[in-house]
């Protein structure tokens, strides 16, 4: 897939459910959404990066 865009950025709190990223796959858009609530310790891609099976989108702490 194909990293559209990254909503959140590094330092930042996150909420449960909240989106944080898109990425689209097979023409179709997916929200990647906060699980818990948590602080972006980093964002390891940026918008337009394709992505590999298994690649690091964002570390939290």
Do not use: P, Y
Request: proline share 0%.
């Amino acid at each position: 897939g194909v990293v559209t865009s990254i909503t959140v950025k590094a330092g930042e709190t996150v909420e449960a459910g909240q989106a944080i990223a898109v990425v689209e796959a097979m023409k179709m858009e997916n929200i990647l959404r906060a699980e818990k609530r948590a602080i972006v310790k980093r964002v390891a891609i940026e918008a337009g990066a394709s992505l590999a099976v298994d690649e690091l989108i964002m570390e939290f702490e």
